[in-house]
């Protein structure tokens, strides 16, 4: 007869089938290892506790997206092995969640400080109660708005985002050393991506990013999102510096004149991600946007299916669209599936050829990565191209 797992056997699986697909600092090991998740979701069963994916706390009625949840474990870890907060650090977290993310983070800084705030009042109580409950009371818990930073324990060595960002705060820049890191789930173009940078000076630069997807935050409202259907079941998002006549895309997907369709020389395999064709396509193209697909939509109305419905990238100009799509071929059995893009309107070729042009760019070199470069606004000429946002600047370059 079997026993019942108990936490820390839970706790300690879970940590091991992380570090299985992904290496993760030896500081951050021990923090998960010896916080327990569980005591942080009261009400979720142990089980669900120490599995790897997210836990809702508080839903938002009438949105799609709750209004905070438990980050999934392995996106924690990613991110802290980002941040690599040291003992002795003074870090400010946005976005306070559980306390979970807190209480790892006091492991990592010792005699240092950890300051997390949020700006939902039940948010910010869960997550004081369960930090005093666990044992880590010299955490500051602040309900506040988290885009106004915190100004009274700053200056920060590190600051790292639980929530989705669109745009960089000015107050976080005055709040953070210079030397010091920030980590943060920034959105832009439709895609979200943890993008781990370091301050030096005026200009905040990258290290790294990965894909990742988080909860947007409360108060900035740069991103648009537009029906291209009367149903709603089709969807454009897409940034506020973008010039988009969603009018005149409407109802383009649905129209009685078949679609483009277009093959790239690229193929893939069956578990290999392609995500990295958006983040190229961004370093130098303003026309990339995200489509959204409902299954309905999909198999209803669509002549060519997107490469992944809820989000594929597309490049939009005028009355004119083209999205990635994904065909699959049996002559290469290592890499059966082919990528192209289905293209409609008037420019439909032109778009076509331009999203392919992102595809063998990125084919050349598929784990190629970025570095990302941020200024404020106000330090001058922006370079050739840059993604202009309220207060900062963004440069992405291979």
Same mark, same amino acid.
């Given at each position: 007869m079997s026993q019942t797992p108990t936490a820390d056997q839970l706790r300690n699986r879970l940590v091991d089938d992380i570090l299985s697909t992904r290496e993760i600092p030896s500081d951050v090991e021990r923090a998960m290892r010896t916080v327990p998740r569980d005591a942080f979701l009261p009400g979720i069963e142990l089980e669900n506790a120490y599995t790897d994916q997210a836990v809702t706390i508080k839903d938002n009625p009438g949105q799609p997206l709750p209004l905070s949840c438990a980050s999934v474990p392995s996106v924690v870890a990613m991110m802290l092995g980002q941040l690599g907060a040291r003992l002795g650090d003074n870090v400010l977290e946005i976005g306070a969640g559980t306390g979970y993310n807190a209480a790892l983070l006091a492991e990592l800084v010792g005699g240092g400080r950890v300051t997390t705030v949020d700006i939902d009042s039940d948010v910010a109580l869960h997550a004081r109660t369960t930090l005093n409950t666990t044992g880590y009371e010299g955490v500051t818990v602040i309900e506040h708005n988290g885009l106004l930073g915190v100004h009274e324990n700053a200056p920060y060595d590190r600051i790292i985002a639980t929530v989705g960002i669109w745009d960089i705060p000015a107050a976080w820049w005055d709040q953070l050393v210079d030397g010091g890191r920030l980590v943060l789930p920034l959105r832009w173009r439709g895609q979200t991506r943890s993008v781990a940078l370091t301050r030096r000076g005026d200009e905040l630069v990258s290290d790294g990013m990965e894909l990742c997807g988080f909860v947007p935050v409360i108060g900035q409202n740069g991103e648009r999102t537009a029906a291209l259907n009367a149903a709603d079941t089709i969807r454009l998002h897409y940034d506020q510096d973008q010039a988009i006549d969603t009018d005149a895309l409407t109802g383009i997907l649905l129209s009685d004149e078949p679609a483009g369709a277009f093959l790239s020389a690229q193929r893939i395999g069956g578990e290999e991600s392609f995500d990295g064709i958006w983040l190229r396509? #961004? !370093? &130098? &193209?303003?026309?990339?946007?995200? @489509?959204?697909? #409902? +299954?309905?939509?999909?198999?209803?109305? @669509?002549?060519?299916? +997107? !490469? #992944? +419905?809820?989000?594929s990238p597309a490049l939009v100009e005028d009355d004119s669209l083209a999205y990635l799509t994904v065909t699959r071929e049996d002559a290469d059995p290592q890499r059966p599936f082919r990528l192209g893009t289905a293209a409609y309107g008037p420019r439909s070729k032109e778009l076509a050829q331009s @999203? $392919? #042009?992102? $595809? &063998?760019?990125?084919?050349? !070199?598929r784990r190629a990565v970025p570095q990302m470069t941020i200024t404020p606004p106000t330090t001058g000429p922006a370079p050739d191209h840059v993604i202009t946002k309220p207060e900062s600047h963004i440069t992405l370059t291979y």
């Open positions: 396509a #961004t !370093a &130098d &193209d303003d026309r990339v946007c995200r @489509l959204e697909v #409902t +299954p309905e939509a999909a198999e209803q109305h @669509l002549i060519h299916r +997107p !490469a #992944t +419905p809820s989000r @999203l $392919i #042009t992102h $595809i &063998d760019a990125w084919g050349a !070199a």
